[in-house]
């Protein structure tokens, strides 16, 4: 069964450091998206990306993030400068274009990024 | 963000019983209704679904019930099963006119424990 894939499962990294985060998603799925998890706290949306360009971001998404989907299957969220408060589980999400009005998103296991 | 919420943090079952988890909304605008488990270290597994123009949906063991006037939705697992023994997440979206590109607001996530 096809799926979304994450690497790396866990990331350590230095405050203000870049990072990135890879993810493959569903080879015929159209829409991309990246979610994180603060330890404790609930999944929040950051941005989705659609016909290479962003859609919609919310406000955590700010100048130090940006996505890219370099070729035609990786899609990936860099941090240009890490901070301590940008530990959590990053998880990347895709679809296909919308069918009878369903949205249903399928996930990758994710990116612990863990920031020192 | 307090759209999506799950009242309660978690839940017992014995095994065979029925696991009803429920979630409710406050925005008035989303129209698709998923449930997601999610098992530690893995992500999120989309589960069932339920577009607003319904008030049930089945498959196999899992019904997912939608009431609009009371801006809630509650996931029945019938029996349950050890194996059910994971975190809950209820999730939305809103269709906006068909210019959103489906950005899913998360509950807080119900752990569910089936016991043998």
């Known amino acids: 069964e096809p799926e979304v894939t994450q690497t790396p499962s866990h990331q350590v990294t230095q405050m203000g450091q870049e990072v990135i985060l890879r993810c493959v998603p569903i080879?015929?799925?159209?829409?991309f998206y990246w979610y994180r998890q603060i330890l404790g706290q609930k999944v929040e949306f950051l941005v989705s990306f659609y016909n290479n360009e962003i859609s919609e971001k919310s406000e955590i998404f700010d100048d130090q993030f940006s996505v890219e989907r370099p070729d035609g299957s990786n899609f990936t969220l860099k941090i240009r400068s890490t901070k301590l408060e940008d530990s959590a589980m990053y998880f990347c999400?895709?679809?296909?274009?919308?069918?009878?009005?369903?949205?249903?998103?399928?996930f990758g296991a994710g990116t612990r990024l863990s920031v020192l | 963000d307090q759209q999506v919420k799950q009242n309660s943090p978690s839940l017992s079952v014995q095994e065979g019983r029925i696991s009803i988890l429920n979630c409710d909304y406050t925005n008035s605008m989303f129209d698709y209704f998923l449930w997601y488990k999610k098992y530690p270290a893995e992500g999120p597994t989309f589960l069932i679904s339920i577009s607003s123009i319904k008030d049930k949906n089945e498959d196999g063991r899992f019904t997912v019930f939608l009431n609009k006037s009371a801006k809630h939705l509650s996931l029945h697992i019938v029996p349950s099963q050890p194996g059910d023994s994971a975190v809950y997440f209820c999730?939305?979206?809103?269709?906006?006119?068909?210019?959103?590109?489906?950005?899913?607001?998360f509950g807080q996530g119900t752990i569910l424990t089936v016991h043998p």
């Open positions: 080879s015929n799925h159209l829409y």
């Open positions: 999400a895709s679809r296909t274009r919308k069918a009878l009005g369903k949205n249903i998103q399928y």
């Open positions: 999730a939305a979206s809103a269709d906006a006119g068909g210019t959103s590109y489906g950005k899913l607001t």
